[in-house]
């Protein structure tokens, strides 16, 4: 179950730090059987926003790009259908072009990274991953024709241009990357939605406990409580910033429509009212409520409930 949640999270969190630079689609259906790919993203013709700010992240979004994270090692098979996946996407792309009377370059086909914690060197070898020289370690690409690489977080260097990818590694390698991030300056970019996305990670894991439940994770729970209580006091400080006499109940109000945005999609500005109208005590309870939602539909039912 926590793999889902983790997987989940992967999305989320390269959704939101790739927007800004293009079209993301997370999940991506392909032709063939039911496949999806991970997250799809397009870059956009012109970039007005820096994307080195991404580091190594911004470097692989350069192109169409197509991101497969795994949150235990990735095995042979799950690379195979990595593989597949994005060969289903180059036919898509031919056949377009086919029927547009087109032609397409090879270097307008999709890189495929793929995101893994550790790999073992007789998985690299037996799809000949190789370092390259004017690479970062732990960057293993396969053959050219494939336009693939897999990238092994555990073996980036901790150095903050890899911050980004390395918050999806697991153990000391993931907390080392959060307390990293967790020491940025809050008006740092991507420093404030991470830290979101982080918190409703550790409020689904905290959640779906079970006696089963890997000890990492209950780790990982511990290390990300504090985030909420800072989350918190940031949203606290935009809305005395703004000026409002009521900062903590504004603060509150910026961090439940933030998180409900991201749950259930762009709301209505009658919904945003109504959210706004709650006391704090409420907001506190619907924070908890909106890990359960899935549609407008569940926030009109609670705000209902409550009223």
Known sequence: MTRFIHDQFAKDYLEELLKPYGKVEA??????????IDVLFTPFPEQKADIASLGLLGKLATTLAIFEPFRNPASTEEICDCLLKSLEVRGALKREAKRNATKIAESNFPKLWILTPTASKKLLSGFHGILESDSLPGIYYLPESFRAAIIVIHQLPPIPETLWLRLLGRGT???????????????????????????????????????????EDRELIMRLAPLYQQERELARQEGLQEGLQQGEQRGEQLLIIRQL???????????????????VAQLEELG?????????????TWLQSVS
């Open 27 to 36: 999940p991506s259906h392909v032709s063939g059987e039911v496949r999806e």
């Open 173 to 215: 390698v993931q907390k080392r990357a959060i307390d990293e991030l967790a020491a940025l300056p809050s008006n740092q970019p991507y420093v404030k939605i991470t830290l979101e996305l982080l918190y409703n990670l550790q409020q689904n894991l905290r959640i779906n406990q079970s006696p089963e439940i890997e000890t």
């Open 261 to 279: 945005n991201r749950r259930i999609g762009t709301m209505d500005s009658s919904l945003i009212q109504q959210v706004q109208k709650l006391p």
């Open 288 to 300: 908890e409520a909106l890990l359960d939602f899935t549609s407008v539909t569940d926030l009109q």
